[in-house]
């Protein structure tokens, strides 16, 4: 089973950066897509960006222009860089994907951003 890591949140101010990685245990081309999730508190899961096998990116209204998901296929690894953050992009970031060989849904545990003053 291919198991996915999330590293690289913390406590940044208003309008800083941060880059979230997602490492694979296995090759990230045995998922359909690999996204970036977050959910904050009280509120739903929501999708903010995702890189499919074919490596069209797609994104969130809400950070389109400041979010950058990209892929390094040779560490299995996928990475959002953020940029411009806002108080409102504070939540717990999740990667995830569909395995194409059993279908089953894997997820990482999840990285906390907190974007304060």
């Known amino acids: 089973q291919v198991q996915l890591v999330e590293s690289g949140g913390g406590l940044v101010q208003p309008g800083g950066s941060l880059r979230l990685s997602c490492a694979a245990s296995g090759s990230i081309f045995s998922f359909n897509a690999v996204g970036w999730h977050r959910q904050a508190t009280g509120k739903e899961r929501e999708l903010v960006a995702v890189?499919?096998?074919?490596?069209?990116?797609n994104y969130a209204d809400s950070v389109k222009g400041r979010f950058t998901i990209s892929r390094d296929v040779a560490k299995n690894t996928v990475y959002l860089q953020m940029n411009s953050l806002k108080p409102e992009d504070t939540g717990v970031y999740y990667c995830g994907g569909r395995r194409i060989a059993s279908n089953a849904e894997v997820w990482g545990q999840g990285t906390l951003v907190t974007v304060s003053s």
């Open positions: 890189i499919p096998r074919s490596g069209i990116t």
